[in-house]
C-alpha cells in the first residue's frame, strides 16, 4: 500500500469540506445510524411479543426481514452509484422513519412484519451509500496512506452507538412507563429513534454534499451491473478479500449463535441476565478498542495491513479455540472479550485495503456486495453449524469454525502478492 503524501491537494469549498469536517462528520453519523438501531436491539424479541406474536412466529419475522436485505443489498448499491449517495442515504433515512411510524401502530404477524421489513428496505439503502461518498471525500485530501484513520473512526462510532444505544434501550421502556402509563411499553423506544433520525437527517443535509455526477451514471443498469461483476472477478486481490468476508461470516454465525447458550450451560441456567448483559456490553468495548489500537500499530510498526490481518485471523482463530474450551464463567468472559479485540482490530486494515482496492465511481455497489457477502456466509454458517451442533456439541462445532478461519488466513498473505506481483509476501 503506498505511504506517500498525495501529490496535490484539493482545496475545501463549501461544497466539499475539508478533511477536518469530513471525519467528524462520518462519525457522528455512523454514531446516530447505529445508536438509534441499538435502542431497539436488547428488546427487539419482546417488543414482537409485546405486539402479538407468538414465540414461533419471531423467527419467520426475523427470517423475513434478513430475506429483504439480502435480496436488496446490491441494487440498493448500484442505486446509489447511479443516482447519488446522499439522494439514496436519505431515502434510508425516509424508510427508518416510515418503519418507526408502522411499529408504532402496529399489532400482529403481518403489520409488525411490515414494518421491520420497512426497516430492512432502510438497512440495504444506507448500506455503503454515505460511508462511500465521505471515503472519497477522505482519499481526495489526505490520500491512501490515512484512509486507515477514516475507517478506524467510523468503527469505532458504530461500536460506540451500538454499545450507548443498546444501553440506553434497556432502560428507555422502563422510564417510559412511567412517564405514560397508559401508552405501549416500547413507544418510547421507537419515538427516540425517530428523534435520532431527524437529527441524522439534518446533519446529512446540511453537512454533506453529494458529487457531480459521474460520466459513467448514465449507463444501464444491466451494464453497471456486469461492470460491477467485471471489477471483482477482473482483480484477484479483491476476489481475495470479498473471500475473507464470506468466511468471516461464515464462521461468527457459530459464534454469536451459540455463546449465550454455552454461557447459560457453564452457568448452569440462564437466570443471571446480567452477566449476559455485562459480556454483551465488554464485547462491544473491546471492538471498540481494537478499531483504536490497530491504526495506531500499523502506524508504528510499519507492517503490511495483509500480513497484519493474517496474524489477526490466526490470533481470533487460537481464542476461539480457548473459549470452546472453557469451563467457567471468568475464563469464558476473558476469552470472548479476547477474541473480539482481535477481531475488532482487524476491522481498520480490512476496510482500508478493501477501498483501495474498489473502482472510486463503484464504491457503494461494491461495499454493498462486500456486505452481501458477510450476510450470505453467515446464512450458510447458521445452515452448516445448527446440522452439526446436535451431534457435535457447541464446543466442536466451534473446533471446526476456528479451523475454517485458520485455513482463510493465508488468503491475505495471497492478495498481498496479487498486489504487489511477487512470489512472496
Not at 427487539?44 to 419467520?60: A, D, H, P
Not at 473459549?323 to 476469552?335: E, P, T
Amino acid at each position: 500500500m503506498p505511504d506517500t503524501e498525495p501529490t496535490e491537494q484539493v482545496p475545501d469549498t463549501p461544497e466539499r469540506p475539508g478533511v477536518r469536517l469530513i471525519l467528524p462528520v462520518a462519525a457522528a453519523t455512523r454514531f446516530l445510524q447505529w445508536g438509534a438501531l441499538g435502542l431497539i436491539l436488547p428488546v427487539s424479541n419482546l417488543f414482537r411479543l409485546s405486539k402479538g406474536l407468538s414465540l414461533g412466529e419471531l423467527g419467520f419475522s426475523a427470517a423475513f426481514v434478513s430475506a429483504v436485505v439480502i435480496l436488496l443489498e446490491v441494487p440498493t448499491g448500484i442505486l446509489a452509484d447511479r443516482v447519488g449517495r446522499k439522494r439514496v442515504y436519505l431515502a434510508s433515512l425516509v424508510f427508518f422513519a416510515l418503519s418507526c411510524l408502522t411499529l408504532l401502530a402496529a399489532r400482529g404477524f403481518l403489520s409488525v412484519t411490515a414494518g421491520f421489513a420497512l426497516y430492512g428496505v432502510s438497512r440495504a439503502l444506507s448500506s455503503g451509500s454515505l460511508e462511500a461518498l465521505l471515503i472519497d471525500r477522505y482519499l481526495a485530501r489526505e490520500g491512501e496512506a490515512r484512509l486507515h484513520r477514516l475507517i478506524a473512526a467510523t468503527n469505532a462510532a458504530d461500536t460506540a452507538g451500538l454499545a450507548l444505544g443498546s444501553l440506553a434501550g434497556g432502560f428507555l421502556p422502563m422510564g417510559w412507563a412511567l412517564l405514560a402509563p397508559g401508552a405501549g411499553r416500547y413507544d418510547g423506544t421507537l419515538i427516540s429513534m425517530l428523534v435520532l433520525d431527524a437529527v441524522l437527517a439534518g446533519i446529512v443535509v446540511f453537512a454533506v454534499s453529494e458529487d457531480a455526477a459521474r460520466g459513467g451514471t448514465k449507463e444501464g443498469f444491466r451494464g453497471f451491473l456486469t461492470g460491477s461483476l467485471r471489477a471483482v472477478t477482473g482483480s484477484r486481490e479483491l476476489s481475495l478479500l470479498l473471500a475473507t468476508m464470506i468466511a468471516w461470516g461464515f464462521v461468527f454465525s457459530a459464534v454469536e449463535t451459540y455463546w449465550q447458550p454455552r454461557l447459560a450451560a457453564i452457568l448452569g441456567s440462564s437466570e443471571s441476565t446480567w452477566v449476559f448483559g455485562v459480556v454483551s456490553t465488554g464485547y462491544f468495548l473491546a471492538a471498540l478498542l481494537g478499531s483504536l489500537v490497530a491504526p495506531l500499530v500499523l502506524e508504528r510498526t510499519r507492517v503490511s495491513p495483509y500480513r497484519f490481518l493474517f496474524l489477526l485471523r490466526l490470533s481470533t482463530a487460537g481464542f476461539i479455540v480457548l473459549l470452546a474450551r472453557q469451563a467457567s464463567a471468568v475464563g469464558f468472559s476473558a476469552f470472548y472479550l479476547a477474541m473480539f479485540l482481535w477481531n475488532g482490530m482487524a476491522n481498520p486494515p480490512e476496510g482500508t485495503v478493501l477501498n483501495l482496492r474498489i473502482p472510486a465511481e463503484r464504491r457503494a455497489s461494491l461495499l454493498s456486495v462486500a456486505s452481501l457477502l458477510v450476510q450470505l456466509g453467515g446464512l450458510g454458517g447458521a445452515v452448516t453449524f445448527g446440522a452439526l451442533v446436535g451431534r457435535w456439541g457447541i464446543p466442536g462445532v466451534w473446533y471446526a469454525a476456528a479451523g475454517i478461519f485458520a485455513v482463510s488466513a493465508p488468503l491475505y498473505l495471497a492478495a498481498r502478492r496479487a498486489e504487489t506481483g511477487r512470489g512472496s509476501d
